[in-house]
């Protein structure tokens, strides 16, 4: 009985391992198929029209110094936050 029972739960197991491999072959063989036929077709004119509109400006890219000090001022208001939440912990 309890060598029936085994040899069935080695074959279901068998049984369901093969389609999981079965099936993600599938998926990996699609996924393939998908990227040669998308490599084929022809790149849309609006998506180089954004890519060329998202290139960086260069000089005009400068952080002002009114930006700076926020900057500063957020990282000081972080730095605070997390040295009371460390006090809090211990103390607690």
């Not at 960086?56 to 957020?74: F, R, Y």
């Not at 000081?76 to 460390?86: D, E, Y």
Request: proline content about 3%.
């Amino acid at each position: 009985m309890n060598e029936n029972l085994f040899s069935e739960g080695v074959t279901l197991m068998l049984l369901g391992m093969g389609f999981v491999f079965v099936f993600l072959m599938f998926l990996v063989v699609m996924i393939h198929l998908q990227t040669k036929i998308t490599s084929l077709l022809p790149e849309p004119q609006n998506n180089k029209e954004i890519q060329k509109k998202n290139k960086p400006a260069g000089k005009n890219t400068q952080v002002k110094s009114d930006e700076g000090q926020l900057i500063a001022v957020l990282t000081a208001a972080v730095c605070l936050h997390r040295k009371s939440q460390r006090r809090n912990r211990v103390e607690g």
